[in-house]
């Protein structure tokens, strides 16, 4: 399966047609490359923030999820013509009262999948009042099974234990961190989550900047295919990167054999040889 990660630069726009514009850039460049799957950063879409307000007022994350329906038909519609699947970063919406910070992946087929945040940052809880998702979800592709954790769910390593035990065997990550050190800390574990559970990682984060949107003022990323450190595989276990803070797209073939093989014979098996008499067996979590 061929992926594609942007890295999406934030800057400030007037109106709704130019993220559109936007977006559908990076869809098309992808698409000249045969991607099957293109992902997206978290919180990409609070570049709709800096879009002038009627009234005169500067918007606030309460105001993002006024934008969802637009949000939901763009990617509807690029995932239908362009037949690939697009993990639309994540974008926050509003359920019951409540802000979710939701990863969303439209399928060629014209359906939405969702998977809210699960852990959730001291800045998205105490700035941005933000609610964490209260399930897991694994999503069948014709490609393969897949699960999308966002930036911060990537640094526990149970809750990918039980995506892989629910048979992912691509984890995507969108991610956004505004320093050195939150994007190296979720790049290396995501180096981790694929050495303990032999699979890939795809991540990518937003580049540029918001000067008028609060907490998206700096950014730091970088896009990377992750792959397990065993003999097929590059050996520091990036199958390809992009420049740091570029704006840019990056494409790579994911190879499952690989995977399996490693799984069967590789020079360690850190799946199969899991302890569970001494801690527990994700695969019997539900």
Known sequence: MRVSAVQ?????????????????????????FDAEFVLF??????????????????????????????????????????GMYLIGGT???????KLYNVAHLFTPDGHIHQQAKLHITPT????????????????????????ILTCYDIEFPEIVRMVRAKGAD????????????????????CHARAIENEVYVVTTGTV??????????ANFGQAAVITPNDIPFPPGGVLAAGEINDDMVITADLDLSLLHKVREKGS???????????????????
Not at 11 to 17: G, W
Request: charged share 25%.
């Open 91 to 97: 974008h926050v919406i509003r359920q019951n009262g």
């Open 8 to 32: 999406y630069h934030l800057h400030t726009i007037r109106s709704f047609d130019e993220f559109a514009a936007q977006v559908t850039h990076y869809v098309k460049t992808a698409q000249e």
């Open 170 to 189: 691509v984890i995507f990550c969108p991610s956004c961190t505004d320093d050195r050190h939150g994007f190296y800390r979720v790049r290396y574990c």
């Open 124 to 147: 998205e809880v105490n700035e941005w009042n933000i609610a964490p998702g209260d399930g897991v979800h694994v999503f069948e592709t014709d490609k393969a099974t897949i699960a």
């Open 41 to 82: 950063p978290e919180f990409f879409t609070t570049q709709l923030l800096s879009i002038p307000l009627d009234d005169g007022r500067q918007a606030t994350i309460d105001d993002l999820p006024n934008y969802t329906e637009k949000y939901t038909e763009l990617f509807v519609s690029l995932a239908k013509d362009t």
């Open 268 to 286: 360690v098996a850190t799946w199969r040889d899991r302890r569970i008499d001494l801690y527990p067996d994700w695969n019997q979590v539900k």
């Open 208 to 217: 540029g900047s918001l000067p008028t949107v609060d907490f998206m003022r």
